[in-house]
């Protein structure tokens, strides 16, 4: 499956921003999706996942309760909405998927991913 991240910018603390994630080239719907993140010069971090139907998510403590990770099957489409942004949310976003059929977790079995979008969040 190939991916393709967009909907990054710069925002305000206190803001919002919705990344938004197209798949193609395989069965969206067989795939968890994931997002992640990266700061410069430090490891890469799990955001939030969701399964295949959509009816379970998961969430980094860091994000709990201000972002939400929503998928459209129809649409081939993976979703995260960011609201509350703080400046230690700024990052490049990653959407990546584990092999098909395979759950969310662990997260070190993602192998498919976009190529990343980023997130300034200004104090």
């Known amino acids: 499956v190939q991916l393709q991240a967009s909907g990054g910018g710069l925002v305000q603390a206190g803001g919002s921003l919705r990344l938004s994630c197209a798949a193609s080239?395989?069965?969206?719907?067989?795939?968890?999706m994931g997002w992640f993140r990266r700061v410069p010069g430090k490891e890469r971090e799990f955001v939030a996942a969701?399964?295949?139907?959509?009816?379970?998510?998961h969430y980094a403590d860091s994000v709990q309760g201000r972002f939400t990770i929503s998928r459209d099957n129809a649409k081939n489409m993976v979703y995260l909405q960011m609201n509350s942004l703080k400046p230690e949310d700024t990052a490049v976003y990653y959407c990546a998927a584990p092999e098909e059929n395979r759950s969310w977790y662990p997260t070190s079995q993602y192998v498919y991913w976009g190529q990343g979008t980023l997130v300034t969040v200004s104090s």
């Open positions: 969701i399964s295949w139907s959509g009816g379970t998510t």
């Open positions: 080239g395989s069965t969206f719907s067989n795939y968890a």
